[in-house]
């Protein structure tokens, strides 16, 4: 298969754990005689600094006619609280998932067996957890209108959604459950907020397509305490986009750290794959950065064009990187392994399994790095 990928490494650490990632899609491109083909692109506060714009045209126009996109993070201390909207970093991101059609966010919520007691979670509350969060991310209060008044001492945020916006993600969400273990939690605020009712009527009348999976509902504020107390619980959670941008983050702490979880942003015709941590500036070229969510991000976009045996091959890496102790300081605060020793690791994991071997004095041995 020959893939055209948008690299949109970003702000802060974006390049470094991006980086790791085209060496890891590079290695499974020799393994399974894929090609590969990365064009990079400005977003952000860098592109900011060099074109004025959060997202240029060239960045935008790349995307459009790209097969997937990859992207890193965006966020910048100098620039995070300009007080112009337009010129934010986040907007450059908020931008493309418009102009791209992207309206599903899909963050899958695993944590791995030799972490488990990284989480402040007790063990037997998180083990065997394994859900995904289908959070809407084209509507609601993030893209609806807003309103401040002159003397700056009222301000609203309208919260907005239409049947099509929430029919589409639903059937989305319902389809995977098909695949899973069949069951769809809608979270909402029906008791109070209108927008929670349309999507609870619409999600009842679709679930009557699906009656191999089960549904049922659960509001907002009892989601965030279930999600601390019984994760196990769910299977695939449905939710709107401010519910769906503070749950994920929430349930970073089954896995333990931020910097495991990876994501798909998907739409009819175009893809985005990205880490949920955030730019984390004060890490830049530091080499402490964990690449392992950028990683499984490109597991995920594997997986997205159905190469299923190279997305596990890639899992595979990973979960031999945990094992070995081949981690960043988040994971292991006494490793001796940076951003770029870990990203090795999996890459040469990828290429050649079999021949690599893990030395007692913190040394592992495989093919020539990917570089």
């Not at 966020?75 to 791209?100: E, F, V, Y």
């Not at 309206?103 to 007691?117: G, T, V, W």
Request: a negative charge; proline letters at 4%; aromatic letters at 8%.
């Amino acid at each position: 298969m020959n893939l055209k990928i948008a690299v949109l490494s970003g702000d802060g650490i974006g390049p470094e754990v991006v980086l790791q990632t085209k060496k890891a899609l590079y290695a499974i491109g020799v393994v399974f005689d894929h090609e590969f083909v990365f064009e990079d692109a400005l977003i952000g506060a860098v592109a900011i600094e060099k074109t004025g714009k959060p997202l240029p045209d060239q960045t935008l126009n790349l995307c459009l006619n790209t097969d997937a996109v990859l992207f890193g993070t965006v966020g910048d201390l100098k620039q995070d609280g300009n007080s112009n909207t337009h010129l934010s970093p986040i907007q450059g991101l908020l931008k493309l998932r418009q102009a791209l059609g992207l309206y599903a966010n899909i963050r899958p919520i695993k944590p791995y067996n030799d972490l488990l007691d990284l989480s402040p979670l007790k063990r037997k509350i998180i083990e065997d957890t394994d859900f995904v969060i289908f959070r809407e991310i084209s509507g609601g209060s993030y893209f609806s209108e807003k309103k401040i008044n002159e003397q700056g001492t009222l301000a609203s945020d309208l919260c907005e959604y239409s049947d099509e916006e929430i029919i589409r993600i639903t059937h989305l969400a319902f389809r995977t459950a098909q695949k899973r273990r069949k069951k769809v939690t809608l979270v909402d605020k029906a008791s109070i907020l209108e927008t929670s009712r349309l999507w609870r009527k619409i999600v009842k009348e679709i679930s009557e397509n699906y009656p191999d999976v089960a549904v049922d509902f659960i509001y907002v504020d009892n989601a965030a305490m279930q999600i601390i107390i019984n994760p196990k619980q769910f299977d695939v959670i449905l939710t709107e986009n401010l519910f769906g941008d503070i749950l994920s983050d929430e349930a970073s702490v089954i896995t333990g750290a931020i910097g495991l979880l990876p994501s798909a942003s998907l739409g009819n015709s175009s893809a985005l794959f990205e880490p949920i941590h955030g730019s984390f500036p004060e890490a830049k070229r530091k080499n402490i950065a964990n690449p392992i969510a950028s990683i499984l991000s490109a597991a995920m976009l594997l997986d997205h064009f159905g190469l299923q045996e190279e997305s596990r091959r890639v899992y595979e890496a990973v979960e031999k990187a945990i094992e070995f102790n081949v981690v960043t300081a988040d994971l292991n605060p006494y490793s001796k392994f940076g951003t770029n020793e870990v990203g090795d690791f999996i890459s040469n994991y990828i290429l050649s399994k079999d021949d690599l071997y893990f030395k007692s004095d913190n040394v592992y041995i495989g093919q020539s790095t990917i570089v």
